[in-house]
């Protein structure tokens, strides 16, 4: 079965400061990942996305993320945070040939000014 | 891009009552859609995978009784609620993907999400 890991429920960053948002995953096969952001009472929106290719991964908002096959990871990066990056964010992945996505616990980020 | 539109957003309800929640793919066509439960600082849980045309998949745990999945075309689905109880009261957030059931390369593409339906149950 495949799932997901954020090992982290809250960031705190300071504004201007680089952040990690954590994710591990765990799947047979070779996985598609994704990162979405959540702002309050709002759905998910989409951030980047691996699929093949390169390691790292440039998305939306300036954020980035870096497949590590090894250690089987797909941590979410920013080099300058900003106080409007606070929010819920979730990492997904999919197993190729199923349709439905498997979202970790999600990571609270707070950039604090 | 595509956009999901998933109305309504919020939602007061009395407890035995049913309450529809429609979730529409605006710009393309989404043969599946999946609706997910969030309770207050947790992950999604996927409910059910509604399929156009064909009955709903749900997931182990979730009655399909009690959430009625309808898919009747290719641009909306609908959940409801039948004979709400207060334990339902969450937040409700659908999702579509475009062309999921037919097309294997396709499964590289990520879902794009409703703002989500809050529910309560009083």
């Keep these: 079965a495949q799932s997901v890991a954020q090992p982290e429920d809250q960031v705190n960053v300071a504004e201007g400061n680089p952040l990690t948002v954590k994710c591990t995953y765990s799947v047979s096969g070779n996985p598609y990942l994704f990162w979405y952001v959540q702002y309050p009472n709002r759905g998910l929106q989409f951030l980047l996305k691996y699929i093949t290719g390169d390691n790292l991964v440039k998305g939306s908002y300036g954020f980035e993320a870096e497949f590590n096959k090894s250690q089987t990871s797909f941590h979410l990066k920013k080099p300058s945070a900003l106080v409007s990056d606070s929010a819920l964010y979730f990492c997904a992945v999919r197993v190729p040939g199923k349709r439905q996505l498997t979202f970790g616990s999600g990571t609270q980020l707070t950039v604090l000014p | ?122």
Aim: proline share 3%.
């Design chain 2, 1 to 122: 891009g595509a956009v999901v539109s998933q109305h309504p957003s919020w939602v007061i309800c009395k407890s035995g009552t049913s309450v529809k929640i429609e979730c529409r793919s605006l710009d393309f066509q989404a043969t599946t859609m999946f609706w997910y439960r969030q309770f207050p600082k947790q992950s999604l849980m996927l409910m059910a995978t509604s399929n156009e045309g064909s009955k709903a998949t749900y997931e182990q745990g979730v009655e399909k009784d009690k959430f009625l999945i309808n898919h009747a075309s290719l641009t909306l689905s609908t959940l409801t609620v039948t004979s709400a109880h207060p334990e339902d009261s969450s937040f409700y957030i659908c999702s579509a993907g475009v062309n999921l059931r037919s097309s294997f390369s396709s499964y590289n593409s990520p879902l794009h999400f409703g703002n989500g339906t809050r529910l309560t149950v009083t």
